[in-house]
């Protein structure tokens, strides 16, 4: 009878949360300028999100990984979460920031109050610094390529002429 009782608790726990989490027209965008964050920091395409307002906890969803242009180049998971506070989202996974040729891990965005005009993206030993206004609207999103396939623009380089055996080649 107590393990009936300790279920129908915790139900009832995980459904307040969920009641209490967005209102249904409200969408991720507006609660980024709510929080004194610009909507485009997350790309077109969120397909779902959760937000708890008591804890700001977050999670976005995109059909897949892509990749966004702004300054730089942003590589989305296909779920990203984070803990949105006022003009700041910590504890953040699913971005990575491009430079010169690696990626780095977003663990964190912040924004200046009052603004400087400056976004600040935490890649762990370094706080990358944008122009905000680049992330005043939401970017297209161009799926990611997979590392093993092939592009089409490559497969000139890797043809192999057939009436040669491999003799008298310089």
């Known amino acids: 009878m107590m393990r009936i009782v300790q279920l129908a608790i915790l139900c009832f726990s995980i459904a307040a949360v969920i009641s209490i989490s967005t209102a249904d027209d409200e ?83 912040r924004v200046d109050v009052p603004s400087s005009g400056l976004i600040y993206f ?9 122009s905000l206004s680049f992330f005043d609207t939401p970017r297209d999103c161009v799926a990611v390529r997979g590392e093993n396939e092939v592009q089409p623009s490559m497969l000139s380089l890797y043809q192999v002429d057939e009436t040669t055996t491999g003799r008298n080649i310089i």
């Open 27 to 109: 969408s991720i965008y507006e609660i980024l300028k709510e929080n004194g964050l610009p909507s485009g920091i997350f790309p077109k395409g969120v397909t779902e999100f959760n937000f708890d307002v008591r804890t700001g906890r977050f999670s976005v969803y995109l059909n897949r990984p892509c990749d966004a242009k702004y300054e730089t180049e942003l590589r989305y998971e296909a779920n990203v979460t984070g803990t949105i506070s006022d003009a700041h989202i910590g504890d953040l996974t699913g971005i990575s920031a491009q430079d010169l040729f690696l990626w780095f891990q977003v663990k964190g965005i």
């Open 122 to 130: 935490d890649v762990g030993v370094v706080h990358k610094q944008y």
